[in-house]
């Protein structure tokens, strides 16, 4: 899957690698500004509240 | 990482078979979320702190700006500690997500000092610092001041709320004044027990003649199944004129010069 994105980026290699890097970087800040912290609501550490609306 | 499986040269006769082709697709995509698992723990436990920590600083460098604004040259003189300055100067209640004033625990080191911040929505504790229960009493007036913290994750601003030893002093900075609290209790409850916020603690009929600090974070360390609660007593106060307790003196003016 990965190989195949790789091979049907444009350009000459050193241009696919670092389309390939954008790309991953991108992923990357996604996850930490959306994914995690959607994530984080099923984690336990963050519940520190007394009677809280957040279930644990 | 990417591209370990391209070595297959000129496919003979396109490619493999259907069916390995799907099981290596499914092989990277379990070994992505297993990454993508990995980057979570990662982030949850580490990046967070960073973030939040950074964060906190600044809310505590803008609060020591604004307490400078109006030329107060109070950071220079230590005051005498044995001065009694009678019934402590007590805040309004400000909206949600202002700074109430800085913390100064000497207990979890001699640089800790966290905001605490109106509300204890996920917003002011995930980032901002202490969150104070609204409804509770302010610093300093009879009743009970209480806050949230994070134990773990988000800056873990009370973390060693279990080293807490009795005697122990907390410092309460606000626009008015440093109210000083001696440490005398923690209890480990169940998430539920609303009544550790009354206005006397866990006493719903008396009614309160002395003024409480209540800090409340999670329990076990790295868990939620229960809350522990850190009881705190108003010993004395001075006005923000008097300077900081010299106790903490040199931790104040490293809070409020340090930029």
């Not at chain 2, 230590?78 to 625990?105: N, R």
């Not at chain 2, 000497?106 to 995930?126: C, E, H, M, S, W």
């Not at chain 2, 410092?171 to 609290?181: I, K, L, N, S, W």
């Amino acid at each position: 899957m990965y190989g195949w994105i790789f091979r049907h980026l444009p350009g000459p290699l050193w241009l696919r690698i670092a389309t390939a890097l954008v790309l991953l970087a991108s992923v990357l800040v996604l996850m930490v500004q959306y994914l995690f912290p959607w994530m984080s609501q099923f984690t336990q550490f963050t519940d520190s509240t007394i009677g809280s609306a957040r279930q644990p | 990482m990417l591209q370990v499986k391209e070595v297959s040269g000129p496919a003979p006769a396109r490619g493999p078979g259907i069916l390995s082709r799907s099981v290596q697709v499914a092989g990277e995509l379990l070994i992505t979320a297993g990454l993508i698992l990995l980057l979570f723990v990662a982030w949850q436990l580490w990046w967070t702190n960073v973030e939040s920590d950074t964060r906190q600083r600044e809310v505590v460098k803008e609060f020591a700006e604004n307490l400078k604004a109006p030329g107060d040259p109070a950071a220079q003189s230590p005051a005498d500690s044995s001065l009694d300055y009678g019934t402590p100067a007590v805040g309004a209640e400000p909206a949600d997500g202002a700074t109430i004033g800085i913390i100064y625990i000497p207990r979890f080191g001699a640089d800790y000092t966290r905001p605490i911040v109106q509300g204890t929505t996920p917003a002011v504790l995930d980032t901002l610092g202490l969150g104070h229960y609204p409804g509770t009493s302010m610093p300093g007036a009879v009743g009970n001041f209480a806050v949230a913290g994070h134990r773990q994750t988000h800056g873990a601003v009370l973390d060693n709320i279990d080293a807490l030893t009795p005697g122990d002093r907390i410092y309460v900075q606000t626009r008015d004044g440093y109210y000083v609290y001696v440490f005398r209790n923690s209890q480990i409850v169940l998430p539920s027990r609303r009544d550790v916020l009354l206005p006397v603690p866990t006493q719903p009929a008396a009614s309160p003649k002395e003024s409480y600090l209540t800090m409340t974070s999670c329990n076990p360390r790295f868990g939620s199944q229960e809350r522990i609660i850190a009881y705190s007593l108003l010993e004395r106060w001075q006005p923000a004129s008097a300077g900081p307790p010299a106790e903490i003196a040199a931790q104040v003016a490293r809070a409020v010069g340090e930029g």
